[in-house]
Nanobody, 124 residues
């Protein structure tokens, strides 16, 4: 059974940092790309960035470049999202999702498996 579980969300002040984890089970990460998406209230789900099966990163939201990085630990079947210099506009529910393809996509419909999301709130 394929399952993705996000964790690590919470409340942080602007300028703070947070690390999200995406723990995978039922498959190995070797042949999958893992995308990070976010959705704020009243807004469309947005592709943020993605890590390919080879470890390369694709950025889909210009606003996170230089602040967010994603990495994978295949031995632990876990993908991480390190978020630095957080801004109030980063506030959203963050999801990780699996695409059964070596390469990434910015489109949610191309990802078959999704976690339930973790809330990130950036506020003073």
């Amino acid at each position: 059974q394929v399952q993705l579980v996000e964790s690590g969300g919470g409340l942080v002040q602007p300028g703070g940092s947070l690390r999200l984890s995406c723990a995978a089970s039922g498959f190995t990460l070797d042949y999958s790309s893992i995308g990070w998406f976010r959705q704020a209230p009243g807004k469309e789900r947005e592709g943020v960035l993605c890590i390919s099966s080879y470890g390369g990163t694709a950025y889909y939201a210009d606003s996170v470049k230089g602040r967010f990085t994603t990495s994978r630990d295949n031995a632990k079947n876990t993908v991480y999202l390190q978020m630095n210099s957080l801004k109030p506009e980063d506030t959203a529910v963050y999801y990780c999702a699996r695409r059964s393809h070596y390469y990434c996509s910015r489109f949610p419909r191309e990802y078959a498996d999704w976690g339930q999301g973790t809330q990130v709130t950036v506020s003073s």
